[in-house]
Every structure is written in structure tokens, then in C-alpha cells.
Nanobody, 125 residues
Framework: QAQLVESGGGLVQDGGSLRLSCAPS????????MGWFRQAPGKEREYVAH????????YYGDSVKGRFTIAKDNAKPTVYLQMSSLRPEDTAVYYC??????????????????WGQGTQVTVSS
């Protein structure tokens, strides 16, 4: 069964940086768009960023634009999320997603077919 495995989460201070990685297991995702979402306690899952199939085009949610960078390495294949200038409000469980359906809005979680188990990111003030 296809799986996505995230890594790289942890505790970081306000203004710090972290890099998350997401690697597939069980199938290749090199032919699919991939993305990141996050969910803070008591809140809905929020769109963070996604890439096109090739990784050439990248898109970001307003709350992370200019601070986070998503990149897809189709040779491995792995998708990364480089997070800089982190803030306490970035604290959440971060989820990798793959293979969005055509039609629904890309920022909706139910658009995406495959999910990882999540990795915790905590930003202390």
C-alpha cells in the first residue's frame, strides 16, 4: 500500500529554521503533484504549499509565503519543505500529501488522495 513518510520535525526557537522531508513507500510519486498541509490543535487542516508534477512550479498559502520553500526531487523522489523565520503560530503537525484530484480546489485537504502520518513542529517563543 502506498505510503508517505515525513521526517525532520522538532522543536525550534522563534525565528529559527527546519527542513521537513517526505519520501514515498510502496509506490513512486514522481508523476504526481505533492504538497504540505498542517494542523494545529483545535484547528482545521491548513494548506501550506504544493508543487507541480515536475516540481518546476510551486505554490504557497498566504501565511507562509516568503518564509517557506517547497521543492520536489523526482530522482529520489522526495519532497522537502524548508521553513525559515519560524513563528510560534507555525506550531502544528505537518502532513505530506500527494496525487490531488482534478477539479476540486487544491487547498482543500479532501482534494488529495494520499497522506503521511504527520510530523510535529513546535516553535517556542
Amino acid at each position: 500500500q502506498a505510503q508517505l513518510v515525513e521526517s525532520g520535525g522538532g522543536l525550534v526557537q522563534d525565528g529559527g529554521s527546519l527542513r521537513l522531508s517526505c519520501a514515498p513507500s510502496g509506490r513512486t510519486f514522481s508523476n504526481y503533484a505533492m504538497g504540505w498541509f498542517r494542523q494545529a490543535p483545535g484547528k482545521e487542516r491548513e494548506y501550506v504549499a504544493h508543487t507541480s508534477v515536475t516540481g518546476k512550479y510551486t505554490y504557497y498559502g498566504d501565511s507562509v509565503k516568503g518564509r517557506f520553500t517547497i521543492a520536489k526531487d523526482n530522482a529520489k523522489p522526495t519532497v522537502y519543505l524548508q521553513m525559515s523565520s519560524l513563528r510560534p503560530e507555525d506550531t502544528a503537525v505537518y502532513y505530506c500529501a500527494a496525487y490531488p484530484r482534478v477539479g476540486p480546489e487544491i487547498s482543500r485537504p479532501d482534494t488529495w488522495r494520499y497522506w503521511g502520518q504527520g510530523t510535529q513542529v513546535t516553535v517556542s517563543s
